[in-house]
């Protein structure tokens, strides 16, 4: 499999980011290859073990796009709504497709606080993919990026301090 030119551009980039900050946000047009670039990116940081959060209709196509890749790290696909019932293992990187869905406010969505306590309990590395990172206002952005403990919020203790600097 060979990646565009662009993607391999934003692979690179992503790489650096991620080795930088623990986490990147690949806001890129629909139809560019999100997940493949997302997968290639944790490919070249050598990832052992990934937990691919989405939407259950992506399911099939993102582990179609794993095969197509091949790459040498295990993979587990899973939609928002299963979160709970995943077996207890460590995610060295965790990808969350549609990241914009855990963007309510004021109060984090249950798939945000699910996401922050796996991403939390294993200090995983995590990319963040959407295509509409904030369909209806910046606030949506808190939530999304709570989880990461180097995200450039991580000072605010919850959606109100954030938002009084912010909003």
């Not at 980039?13 to 997968?39: E, H, I, N």
């Not at 709570?146 to 938002?163: E, G, L, V």
């Amino acid at each position: 499999m060979k990646f565009r030119k662009y993607q391999s551009e934003i692979i690179d980039k992503a790489f650096d980011v991620l080795v930088k900050y623990g986490f990147v946000y690949l806001s890129m047009q629909v139809r560019t290859g999100k997940t493949l670039t997302a997968m290639g990116t944790a490919q070249k940081l050598g990832v052992d073990n990934m937990l691919f959060v989405t939407k259950k209709k992506a399911i099939s196509s993102i582990e179609d796009d794993y095969k197509k890749l091949k790459p040498k790290f295990h993979i587990n696909v899973v939609n928002y709504e299963s979160l709970h019932k995943l077996p207890d293992l460590t995610w060295d990187m965790v990808i969350c497709d549609e990241a914009h869905t855990m963007g309510a406010f004021p109060k984090p969505s249950k798939r945000a606080k699910q996401v922050r306590d796996i991403v939390r309990d294993c200090n995983s590395k995590v990319i963040l993919l959407s295509g509409t990172p904030t369909p209806e206002s910046f606030s949506q952005m808190y939530h999304q990026v709570y989880s990461i403990r180097t995200n450039p919020f991580s000072h605010h203790k919850n959606f109100y301090k954030f938002a009084s600097e912010f909003v």
